[in-house]
């Protein structure tokens, strides 16, 4: 069977359905082959893909590890390059064919789906895209009346929470953790996707492409913002990371791609004076976004010239701002409207 799904503007094919992911019509057409992808879970790419990997050379580990010490992610060339190999510590593996329009999952039997879809929709996900060359950061975005804003920063910043807080006022939300960028050129349509993404925009804008309905939020952050986090069910069974389903609770879901109307790059939080925010240096706005984009680890020279590029671009073309939280999570009322009054007070593009 087949189970078709929109996520960052492709058309996604599964032969098992995809909890947490709205479906569209399985029987669409597209004729713009390079925005399909086919997903094909708890299935080998070739038979002895488990047992004989066929690794020609490892491509990249993970400077994180698990509690045993190991790292969190490998990832080699395999089958004579005719795939990428990742392999995660706790033996869930992925496989992205050469063209990338295949991606192939396994893992182990205490595991489930939910656990792989928590890579597959998140890192793996992000690399993918990636590697076909779509610029992600990792952002959250949030639609604001016909635009939207992202919020960009490390692991742990108060991206997903500021995002949920903005979910909870009713704001929709286009995507949690990755944003990819969609770039239209004059007279081009800028809502086709990543088969867009490499033109010039020269006379053109950024657009964020919309991901998937829900935020991923630990427990720490529903509780702050809803009391509980009992009422929100798990990613996976074994991991304490819950998910906000857009579209319950008042919060709304953006389905379609919206203009990138500004940057906020949040800084370390502090005590005095914040929250607040600024413009941001250009050297400072440019250096931030490159350290918050995905698989820098695996782009060729010419990849990494292409990023640059455009980075380079979007910060020439859209405001930049730096936000300062407060140390204090209570005041993440004030830090929104903090933001959405700076936004209202940028002259509009």
Known sequence: MDFAYSVFGLLIHSNVPIPGVPPVDSYAVDPDI???????????????????????????????????????????????????RLSYSDGTQFWLDHPRQNVFAAWPGQLTLENALSYLLGPVFGLLLRLRGVTCLHASAVAFEDRCVVFVGPEGAGKSTTAAAFAKRGFAVLSDDIVALSISSSGISSDRGPADARLTPDVGSFRVLPAYPHLCLWPDSLKFLYGSEKQFPRLAPDWDKRKLVLGTKGTRFAHRALPLAAIYL????????????????????????????????????????????VLDR??????????????????????????????QALPRG
């Open 34 to 84: 390079s925005r399909h992808l086919r997903f094909h879970l708890d299935v080998l790419p070739y038979p002895d893909a488990l047992l004989s990997p066929r690794e020609q050379e490892l491509a990249y580990v993970s400077s994180y590890t698990d509690e045993s010490g190991a790292p969190v992610l490998r990832i080699w060339n395999a089958a004579d390059k005719s795939f990428l």
């Open 314 to 343: 979007l910060i020439s073309s859209v405001p930049v701002r730096l936000l300062t939280p407060h140390a204090n999570s209570a005041y993440i009322e004030e830090l929104c409207n903090l933001i959405y009054n700076d936004f």
């Open 266 to 309: 949040f800084a370390d939080r502090a005590t005095e004076g914040a929250p607040r925010v600024a413009a941001a240096p250009l050297k400072m706005s440019l250096l931030s976004l490159l350290a918050n984009t995905y698989a820098n680890n695996l782009l060729d020279a010419a990849m990494r010239a292409e990023e640059f590029s």
